[in-house]
């Protein structure tokens, strides 16, 4: 696993970027300064009559393990919006009244190159269960677990096991 170096300047080309400061990297010929900022995560806890829906990863990290449905956040969304679309690609579901319930720092290799991720967790409550339609590059099957049934030490995310638990003591 490699922490994020840069090498080349984007704006200038020369090999000799620097890591100045935590996130921030700096080109020794022009001062072109980048920032590597933490990206923006969303996860959505659906429940529907005492049942939670899990999905399994179809692809690395954490290929085949249990997870729930999100991703991350596109340029010019906000969290919600962001889940939304993502549960709606995902589950091919529109769910749009999401709570806000709490966020995580949490790290994302992803082909060997560490993220910083901070992810947050929304909940909903659906009335009856959905006809799922599932994108197979991203979701092996969806899984629905009975509140009794759940341990969220099963999710591949250890931001999401501590938030899951944080969530389900306080509900």
């Given at each position: 696993?490699?922490?994020?170096?840069?090498?080349?300047?984007?704006?200038?080309?020369?090999?000799?970027?620097?890591?100045?400061?935590?996130?921030?990297?700096?080109?020794?010929?022009?001062q072109f300064e980048y920032?590597?900022?933490?990206?923006?995560?969303?996860?959505?806890?659906?429940?529907?009559?005492?049942?939670?829906?899990?999905?399994?990863?179809?692809?690395?990290?954490?290929?085949?393990?249990?997870?729930?449905?999100?991703?991350?956040?596109?340029?010019?969304?906000?969290?919600?919006?962001?889940?939304?679309?993502?549960?709606?690609?995902?589950?091919?579901?529109?769910?749009?009244?999401?709570?806000?319930?709490?966020?995580?720092?949490?790290?994302?290799?992803?082909?060997?190159?560490?993220?910083?991720?901070?992810?947050?967790?929304?909940?909903?409550?659906?009335?009856?269960?959905?006809?799922?339609?599932?994108?197979?590059?991203?979701?092996?099957?969806?899984?629905?677990?009975?509140?009794?049934?759940?341990?969220?030490?099963?999710?591949?995310?250890?931001?999401?096991?501590?938030?899951?638990?944080?969530?389900?003591?306080?509900?």
């Amino acid at each position: 696993m490699q922490e994020f170096s840069p090498t080349y300047c984007p704006q200038c080309g020369a090999a000799s970027f620097a890591c100045k400061q935590g996130t921030c990297y700096v080109c020794t010929s022009c001062q072109f300064e980048y920032f590597h900022n933490t990206a923006a995560a969303v996860a959505g806890l659906i429940e529907c009559n005492g049942e939670y829906l899990l999905t399994r990863r179809a692809k690395e990290p954490g290929k085949n393990s249990l997870d729930l449905p999100g991703g991350f956040i596109d340029p010019k969304e906000s969290l919600e919006q962001g889940l939304s679309r993502e549960v709606f690609e995902e589950l091919g579901i529109h769910v749009e009244h999401w709570q806000y319930f709490a966020s995580a720092p949490n790290q994302y290799l992803y082909k060997n190159v560490r993220y910083n991720t901070l992810d947050t967790l929304f909940g909903c409550s659906l009335s009856q269960k959905p006809t799922l339609q599932l994108e197979q590059a991203e979701i092996l099957e969806a899984v629905w677990v009975s509140r009794d049934d759940f341990d969220p030490q099963i999710l591949f995310f250890d931001s999401l096991k501590r938030l899951a638990k944080q969530y389900l003591a306080a509900n």
